[in-house]
Every structure is written in structure tokens, then in C-alpha cells.
């Protein structure tokens, strides 16, 4: 290699002026359909824990205490930040935040909970109509998820009632 090929790759390196953005200084907007974490209105939350159900990672955790209280854990651990509860909520009581910079040492700042009384629906006053067939074969009872240890625990059933459960599949060990 030449030194006039090395002046001339200097030269076309210089021509171009800066490459690279001045982030902590002057920071760009996010885009428009940028998804952050997870933010929960508790005012707009029925506590129908589809949330919980639906997410990938199990970061929203779900404990009834009694039969009138709904607590509703996120923990922001292992989040994706995919949207997925935001879609299933049925009264939007979830947002996606456009806030990126989501680094902290107490993960406690990343965190919410929500406690919810869960007499009758929110939104009309009256009592939940009764399940569909279908809606029978989703969780539930009580949820009894481990908000200490921040996991998710299958305690519910998944029959519908009056039926018989399929047997199981019997195993041969060596």
C-alpha cells in the first residue's frame, strides 16, 4: 500500500464530516410506534389478569388474597418489552411508555403493583355473566402466584366440570 492511497482514504474519512450523534447531550425522540416498558393505570384495571395470562416471560404475577382483593405484581426483570399485554387489555388500563433508558441498580424502580377490589365489574356495576364453554377451559380460581420469589405457579384447573379427565400417559422405566 501506497502512502497517497492512505492520504486519500484520510481524506475521503475526513470529507464526510461526523458520523456519530452527540446521545447523552442532545438525544433524538423516539420513533412514533416505539415500545417501552409496560406503564398500569390501576383506575382503568378490571383485574381480569389477562395480562398475566398472556405474557411471554410470566413478568406480571397475579395473588388473590381473599375473594375481594386482586393484587397485580410486574416485575420488569425479564421483560421484552413485546406489547402483549397492552393488546389483550380490554380497558387499555396498559401503556407503552416510550422511555429506552431503563437501566437502574434497584430494580424496585422498575417494578409496580397494584391492588384492586374485585367485587363487581368496574366499568356497569353488575356481576360477571356466567362462563362459555370455552371460557371454562381458561385459569381458574384463585391465583396463587409467588410474589416473594417472583414466580408464576399453576395452581388452577383446566377441565370443564361434570367431565372426566383424560388419563394419563403411562410411562415404562428401565
Known amino acids: 500500500m ?19 450523534l452527540p446521545y447523552p447531550a442532545a438525544p433524538r425522540p423516539t420513533p412514533e410506534r416505539f415500545r417501552g416498558r409496560p406503564i398500569f393505570d390501576p383506575a382503568k384495571c378490571i383485574g381480569c389478569a389477562g ?6 416471560s410470566r413478568e406480571i404475577l397475579v395473588y388473590d388474597p381473599c375473594q375481594e382483593i386482586r393484587i397485580i405484581h410486574y ?5 421484552t418489552y413485546c406489547g402483549r399485554c ?8 396498559i401503556t407503552m411508555s416510550r422511555d429506552f433508558e431503563t437501566a437502574t441498580d ?3 424502580d422498575l417494578q409496580q403493583r397494584l391492588e384492586l ?16 364453554p370455552l371460557e371454562k377451559l381458561k385459569l381458574h380460581g384463585y391465583r396463587m402466584d409467588d410474589i416473594e ?7 388452577s384447573k383446566s377441565y370443564l366440570e ?3 379427565p383424560v388419563e394419563d400417559i403411562e410411562l415404562e422405566w428401565d
Open 117 to 132: 377490589f374485585m367485587s363487581a365489574c368496574q366499568r356497569c356495576g353488575r356481576c360477571f355473566t356466567p362462563p362459555s
Open 51 to 56: 395480562c398475566a395470562n398472556n405474557c411471554p
Open 106 to 108: 434497584q430494580i424496585s
Open 149 to 155: 420469589r417472583g414466580q408464576w405457579i399453576f395452581v
Open 75 to 79: 416485575l420488569g426483570l425479564r421483560c
Open 2 to 20: 501506497s502512502l497517497l492511497s492512505k492520504v486519500k482514504e484520510a481524506w475521503i474519512g475526513l470529507r464526510s464530516g461526523r458520523a456519530t
Open 162 to 164: 361434570g367431565e372426566k
Open 86 to 93: 397492552a393488546d389483550v387489555c380490554p380497558e387499555n388500563a
